[in-house]
């Protein structure tokens, strides 16, 4: 089992920046496809970014193309997400979630952590 915790949420003024960690233990990290999630209130959760187990390959959603970027750590088992131009519509509840499969399907992650609140206002 992979257990996750997020971090780096938090109140922002549109156009500003965060960054999101999210800090793995249990099993291999890099054994596993990473996926950044979002979830805003009263809208399903939707998928942001993905990563592949070495970093090699990623899938970006396209609301975020050219804002945010993913990577990881794998000697320290830490996924983040910087978050760039930060947009009202951006506000939403991150996850960081695990699967064996490389997948912009949510169905496909096993392991999720508990969220962190981003939140941006106008």
């Known amino acids: 089992q992979v257990q996750m915790v997020e971090s780096g949420g938090g109140l922002v003024q549109a156009g500003g920046s965060l960054r999101l960690s999210c800090a793995a233990s249990?099993?291999?990290?890099?054994?596993?496809?990473m996926g950044w999630f979002r979830q805003a209130p009263g809208k399903e959760r939707e998928v942001v970014v993905v990563?592949?187990?070495?970093?090699?390959?990623?899938y970006y959603a396209d609301s975020v193309k050219g804002r945010f970027t993913i990577s990881r750590d794998n000697a320290r088992n830490t996924l983040y997400l910087q978050l760039n131009s930060l947009k009202p519509e951006d506000t939403a509840v991150y996850y960081c979630?695990?699967?064996?499969?490389?997948?912009?399907?949510?169905?496909?992650?096993?392991?999720w952590g508990q969220g962190t609140q981003v939140t941006v206002s106008s």
């Open positions: 979630a695990a699967s064996i499969t490389y997948s912009v399907n949510s169905n496909e992650y096993n392991y």
């Open positions: 990563i592949s187990r070495s970093g090699g390959r990623t």
């Open positions: 249990g099993r291999t990290f890099s054994n596993y496809a």
